[in-house]
């Protein structure tokens, strides 16, 4: 693998919580994910330093999928 692709892979997978939230409808969430993306982008370059923003990042971006299924399908 080169390290452009692996470059790549890096960033799809920081930039992942932010792409989830794509899916739900809350602009907000939207926002934090990018901004939790973001952050966690800048905190790579420290051992184990993007953990924490792109935990929340997910947690955020779950949570918004989640209420966007659960008013589709269950009203």
Do not use: H, N, Q
């Not at 790579?44 to 990042?57: A, I, K, Q, R, T």
Request: include cysteine; glycine fraction near 4%.
């Amino acid at each position: 693998m080169s390290s452009m692709t692996a470059s790549l892979l890096l960033l799809l997978l920081l930039f992942l919580p932010f792409l989830l939230s794509l899916a739900g409808r809350a602009s907000m969430a939207k926002l934090l994910c990018f901004i939790s993306s973001l952050l966690a982008l800048l905190l790579s370059v420290e051992p184990y330093g993007s953990v924490l923003p792109w935990l929340l990042g997910m947690i955020i971006a779950v949570v918004a999928v989640v209420e966007r299924l659960r008013a589709s399908y269950f009203t």
